[in-house]
T-cell receptor, first 116, second 112 residues
Framework: EAGVAQSPRYKIIEKRQSVAFWCNPISGHATLYWYQQILGQGPKLLIQFQNNGVVDDSQLPKDRFSAERLKGVDSTLKIQPAKLEDSAVYLC??????????????FGPGTRLTVL | GENVEQHPSTLSVQEGDSAVIKCTYSDSASNYFPWYKQELGKRPQLIIDIRSNVGEKKDQRIAVTLNKTAKHFSLHITETQPEDSAVYFCAAFSGSARQLTFGSGTQLTVLP
């Protein structure tokens, strides 16, 4: 079974620039998550999709972050404009069943973003 | 919302000794508690999990215990090996918040 794929693996940008991250979940997984992991901390949930609908985006800074999962498979997370404090690893995860059940989440390798 | 506290933040043990990492949670509606291992520069990987209807679960050298009354759960690694060195994260899934909240992580170092 192929795992969660993410690209790019690394990205360096200047503050106020924009950046986009891509995620392809495990085939058949209905739920997709984007997490932000700041160095030395645990992952923090940004947004959760069930198929192509948003389940929870309460911790997404909507003035600069946006995400979509148009066909219920791949997802894109965008930051515009980036700030220095956005430097972090952005992790995508997916799980098999619908949210609410506490099912196992499988993580991708992450995208390490550095904002200069 | 859910709050997960994890201790200690760093832990060094001699190879062959046991390691214990403890977490507490605040939301009594939490019902699923996974533990992830993250090696430097790599993705978090699930190593063991436990649900609220079970008090203990074991998988070879790894075990997790859950005390719902006290709202805490622990990871136990026996006969530690150098390859166990990594950051370990606990997490709690809240049925009411419908999301997984992670602890701050424990850097485990197994000294040869």
């Amino acid at each position: 079974e192929a795992g969660v794929a993410q690209s790019p693996r690394y990205k360096i940008i200047e503050k106020r620039q924009s950046v986009a991250f891509w995620c392809n979940p495990i085939s058949g997984h209905a739920t997709l998550y984007w997490y932000q992991q700041i160095l030395g901390q645990g992952p923090k949930l940004l947004i959760q999709f069930q198929n192509n609908g948003v389940v929870d985006d309460s911790q997404l800074p909507k003035d600069r972050f946006s995400a979509e999962r148009l066909k219920g498979v791949d997802s894109t997370l965008k930051i515009q404009p980036a700030k220095l404090e956005d430097s972090a690893v952005y992790l995508c995860a997916s799980s098999l069943t619908v949210p609410g059940g506490g099912d196992t989440q499988y993580f991708g390798p992450g995208t390490r973003l550095t904002v200069l | 919302g859910e709050n997960v506290e994890q201790h200690p933040s760093t832990l060094s043990v001699q190879e062959g000794d046991s390691a214990v990492i403890k977490c507490t949670y605040s939301d009594s509606a939490s019902n699923y508690f996974p533990w992830y291992k993250q090696e430097l520069g790599k993705r978090p990987q699930l190593i063991i999990d436990i649900r609220s209807n079970v008090g203990e679960k074991k998988d070879q050298r790894i075990a997790v215990t859950l005390n719902k009354t006290a709202k805490h759960f622990s990871l136990h690694i026996t006969e530690t090996q150098p390859e166990d060195s990594a950051v370990y994260f606990c997490a709690a899934f809240s049925g009411s918040a419908r999301q997984l909240t992670f602890g701050s992580g424990t850097q485990l170092t197994v000294l040869p």
